[in-house]
């Protein structure tokens, strides 16, 4: 009876990998792909209807599905009833009455969802970001002493940098990846004293040694790259990021924070360290902006994301 019963577990294994893999016609693999998806939960909070991604409400909010995810699923909430969705863009994504939406190509639909809480009416909305590509935001950022962050446009101390607020704002908004580009010898906290050692850097072109790399950068095939404005141009450690890696096949969207030059002339100087690559227009924002005008840097984010991303 036991090398039958190891007979029967050895076909039910093969049937169950040969469900799953099969060979093609060139001797290569092919796994059947699973249906992967991403869920949401509603939630009553003061009356007010909310969309819990984890503990984060997304209500009101953009909400970015990553490569390779098929399905969002929202689960309801027993306080609620009568529970309704409806999808503002068929043609991106379809929502079903118990909350599963499909999502059909890359775009952006609203799901708008109403209920009944105590006998009223509640509404939300979330907007579903759906992308093919898999993205990375590579950023440098610097805290510690910065410009225009003090009282009267002074110098000031914060304790996160300007670019990393708008590159975290960036993967939330599109479902990317963080890489935070680091030097291996920090830059001092003082401001005038990291000013110094910028403007030496520039002028001898350095490269400075980075701490770590980027995982899987083969995988990635848009990389958002963030950075401040340090004496009109990047920060010298960009030049050693993108010296690092092969761009070829992909897509570079910059971004920058600056007190009132733009992006300078960093998007040509991007195109000359990787002349193969595709680029896309960048971002750039006031770092004071950045730091205390939270909603207002996401709301010019996602319009630029609408053109760069969405093709709007």
């Known amino acids: ?63 970015a599905v990553k490569s390779g995810i098929k399905t969002v699923r929202i689960t309801g909430n027993k306080k609620l009833s009568k529970v309704k969705y409806t999808s503002s863009n068929k043609k991106v994504l379809a929502v079903n009455n118990k909350g599963k939406a499909t999502l059909k190509k890359p775009g952006r639909a609203d799901i708008k969802i109403t209920a009944k809480y105590n006998k009223k009416t509640i509404t939300g909305k979330i907007t579903i970001r759906v992308t093919s590509k898999k993205i990375l935001v590579a950023y440098f950022s610097r805290a510690g002493q910065n410009w225009n962050v003090g009282p009267d446009n002074s110098i000031g101390n914060i304790k996160k940098g300007n670019t990393e607020i708008v590159a975290e704002m960036i993967a939330e908004k599109t479902g990317a990846d ?110 004071n902006v950045a730091q205390y005008s939270r909603k207002k840097t996401g709301q010019k984010i996602e319009k630029w994301l609408k053109k760069v991303i969405d093709g709007k």
Request: hydrophobic fraction near 40%; charge should be positive; include cysteine.
């Open 1 to 63: 009876m036991d090398k039958v019963k190891k007979i029967a577990v050895g076909l039910l294994a093969f049937v169950l990998v040969f469900s799953s893999c099969f060979m093609a016609g060139n001797g290569k693999k092919i796994y059947a792909a699973q249906e992967k998806s991403s869920s949401l939960k509603l939630s009553v909070s003061n009356g007010k209807l909310v969309i819990l991604s984890g503990k984060k409400n997304m209500a009101g909010r953009t909400y």
């Open 178 to 287: 963080l890489h935070k580009i680091q030097t291996k010898k920090a830059y001092p906290s003082d401001y005038m004293e990291c000013v110094k050692v910028a403007n030496k850097e520039q002028e001898e072109d350095a490269r400075p040694e980075l701490k770590s790399s980027v995982k899987n950068w083969d995988s990635y095939d848009v990389v958002f790259l963030g950075y401040p404005i340090w004496c009109a141009d990047m920060p010298m450690a960009l030049y050693t990021f993108l010296e690092s890696y092969d761009f070829s096949g992909k897509t570079i969207i910059p971004f920058c924070t600056n007190e009132g030059s733009g992006l300078a002339d960093t998007e040509a100087a991007i195109k000359e360290s990787c002349p193969e690559v595709k680029m896309k227009q960048g971002f750039e924002i006031e770092g």
